[in-house]
Every structure is written in C-alpha cells, then in structure tokens.
C-alpha cells in the first residue's frame, strides 16, 4: 500500500523528530526476539540503514515500496534479507525486525488518540506490512538459492571421481541414482577421462541399493559416453539380489564387463593393461 504525500511527509517527520527513540525501541524489540544472536552494534546498525532509508524514500513524495525514490530502502532491505538468510535465521525472525517498527511508533504516537492519529498509524502500518513482506519474498529467493548450491556440492560430493592406477579412474556410486545425480556422474567421469587420458574406467555400483530399469539406463548412457572418449567400462558390484534383478528386468549390459567386486574389477583392469597380480596367501605353521 503507498502513503499519500502528505502522509509521506508526516511520517518523514515523525521518524526524523524521533530519530533516536524510535532506533532505540526499535533495537530493543528486535533484540528481544533474536535472544541474542546478533549483536547489539550489528543489530543497531541494520536498525539506522532502514530508518535511514524510509527517511528518505518518505522524502521524495507519495511513498511506494516499488517507486524509484525507495529504491534505497529495497535495496536495504534485500541486504538484510541475504544477510538474515546466510546466517540461519528463519523467516519470521527476519520479518520481526521489520514489523517491530509497528510497535516503536503505537508507543511514540499513541499520546495523541485523535482520529487524525489513528488514520496515520494505520497507514504506516500497512506500509510497514509491505516491507515485511518484500523482506519475507527475499528471504525465501536467498533460501532457495542457497539450498540450491547446498545441494549442487551435495551431487559433486557423493560422485567422486577417483584415479586409483595410472590409466585406470573409478567412480564409487552410494545411494540411489537419479537423472540429476547420472548427469553429473557423466559430467565429472568425462572429465576425469580428458584431465587424466585414462582408458579405463570402472563404475562401482556396491552402494546402490537397488537396480531398476531407470538407474540401469543412467549406467548405460554414461558408459557410451564414455566409450565416445575412447574408454572402456567395467560395472563392479554387481551383488547377487542386483544381478536377479537385472536378469528379471530384462536388463541387457551387451559387452559391457561386469564383475562382482570393485577388487574383481581392478584385477580385470590390470589384467588387461598387461599388469601381473598375484593373492598372497595365509600359512599356518605346522
């Protein structure tokens, strides 16, 4: 709701008269909700920037939260929206350091119980209102972004890609693999391949709780990609209750080779790079 440019002006005057009582009251109910998680120089600071800035918006005629004349206040709001979001605050804790200005100015003008009085609160209030709630509409776009980063390093955490020989990267899967998840298994495998020029990989499957049709063809998908590479795949960790699930399913892996065992799998790779293993075997002393 925008003020008239006479109530603009009232409240201009209002919070310039009473600078410092109403930052004071402001501060205190603010602090009050907060029990203590910011401190009182930060608090008070953030305090002063929106009085500063509705000030001024106020100033400048008719006040709009979306006019250009209060496009210092938005912007002081957005900030203190990011900052609240960054550090854990919720959304109401963040809203309430908006609102509490409704109460400073009931106490400083509730003296004068005139109509007149009353019209004018009432507008504030209601302009008050649309800052909380431009403030509440920035939390919640910061919030998502960074639960967006949060769970982009998530998927880049719990799909490493690992040289474990020289020619030879593996990528350990644990957990289930979604189209999300498969695209940056393949992102970072091809990668790795380029980075490394490894012509082998092997693509561990032991922590993947189960094998449908949909994750089969994630697997797949990013086994050709990699053959475009120039590098072979070998599936490991083909459990028993995996692989009667995959002959169930009508599941075809084609020549793709397929091992029991991560360890099984790097034998194989060895084997075929022309590496010599040997198991060294336990003796018990007659």
Known sequence: MALRAEESSRLAGLLSEHRERVTHRWVELVANSLRGRLSQAELRRQ????????????????????????????????????????????????AVSVYALKDALLELMETEADADTLRDYVAFSSFVDQMGLFTFESFVRT???????????????????????????????????????????????????????SPYAIIDITGVPAVDTQVAQHILKTVVAARLMGADCIISGIRPQIAQTIVALGIEFGDIATKASLADALRHVLRLTGVTTSRRQSRRES
Not at 59 to 87: C, K, N
Not at 158 to 163: G, I, M
Request: hydrophobic share 45%; no cysteine; net charge negative.
């Open 143 to 197: 919030r998502e972004s960074l639960i967006a980063d949060q769970a982009e390093q998530l998927l880049e955490l719990s799909t490493p890609v690992v040289k474990i020989w020289e020619g030879v990267v593996a990528v350990p899967l644990v957990g289930t693999l979604d189209s999300a998840r498969a695209q940056v298994v393949m992102e970072r495998l091809l990668q790795t391949l380029v980075d490394t020029g």
């Open 47 to 94: 305090v002063e920037d929106l009085h500063r800035g509705m000030i001024e918006a106020a100033q400048g005629g008719a006040l709009d939260l979306e006019s250009e004349a209060a496009g210092e206040l938005r912007a002081v709001l957005a900030e203190l929206s990011r900052g609240r979001a960054r550090q854990g605050f919720t959304a109401t804790e963040t």
